[in-house]
């Protein structure tokens, strides 16, 4: 399994980028797939979820509005779209393979290594 993330860089508040997941290793198309970002001295936060198939898509209330996650199955790529980006949202953003776990709640088993976002005010 393999996830490699692409797309960051450095905006101005209010700018936008679009952030890629290249997959590969796997059937991409057969998991749900998760993007999850880490701000500099603060634990991963999850960000947003797509399922299987690209019909529905779940937000953390912090970027609701403004990202917008999808997906390509024929290309086995997952993109987040980030628009009217903010300082708080400076953070190393993953994307994730999602799993379900023994209890039935949802997990993430692969991640990249992830792509720096960095929004100046």
């Known amino acids: 399994v393999q996830l490699v993330e692409s797309g960051g860089g450095m905006v101005r508040h209010g700018g936008s980028l679009r952030l890629s997941c290249a997959a590969s290793g796997f059937t991409f198309s057969s998991y749900d797939m998760n993007w999850v970002r880490q701000a500099p001295g603060k634990g991963p936060e999850w960000v947003s979820g797509i399922n299987t198939a690209g019909g529905s898509t779940y937000y953390v209330d912090s970027v609701k509005g403004r990202f917008t996650i999808s997906r390509d199955n024929a290309k086995n790529t997952l993109y987040l779209q980030m628009n009217s980006l903010k300082p708080e949202d400076t953070a190393l953003y993953y994307c994730?393979?999602?799993?379900?776990?023994?209890?039935?709640?949802?997990?993430?088993?692969?991640w990249g290594k992830g792509t720096l976002v960095t929004v100046s005010s």
């Open positions: 994730a393979r999602g799993v379900r776990l023994v209890t039935g709640d949802n997990g993430m088993d692969y």
